[in-house]
């Protein structure tokens, strides 16, 4: 199988692979392809796995955004009051089509 040309496809039946590798990559969020990237660059030959049709996972219906959300050392030392209606406002203003807040779950 050369897993470089075919489309996605969902696998169903076990397959066998001839693949050599030093690392492997499960998902493309943005850890998977951060550790992709970093293991590669140290020169080890990384197949990426990702069970969805394109890479982003959950990172990418986050909008690319991640929050470092009230409480932090940084927060602490600055004197910044942050909350959770700030950082939903935060979220909010930043993703496209947001969906809407209900409540704490």
């Known amino acids: 199988m050369d897993v470089g040309t075919e489309l996605p496809q969902l696998i169903t039946d076990p397959i066998e692979w001839d693949v050599t590798a030093q690392v492997i990559v499960v998902g493309c969020g943005i850890a998977g392809a951060c550790a992709a ?43 910044y009051a942050d909350s959770v209606e700030a950082m939903i406002a935060y979220l909010e203003a930043v993703t496209p089509e947001p969906d809407a807040w209900t409540g704490h779950p």
Do not use: D, N
């Open 37 to 79: 990237i970093s293991a590669a660059e140290a020169g080890a030959r990384v197949p990426l796995l990702e069970r969805t049709g394109a890479a982003g996972c959950a990172s990418a219906l986050a909008a690319g955004h991640f929050y470092l959300g009230r409480g932090t050392a940084v927060h602490q030392a600055t004197g």
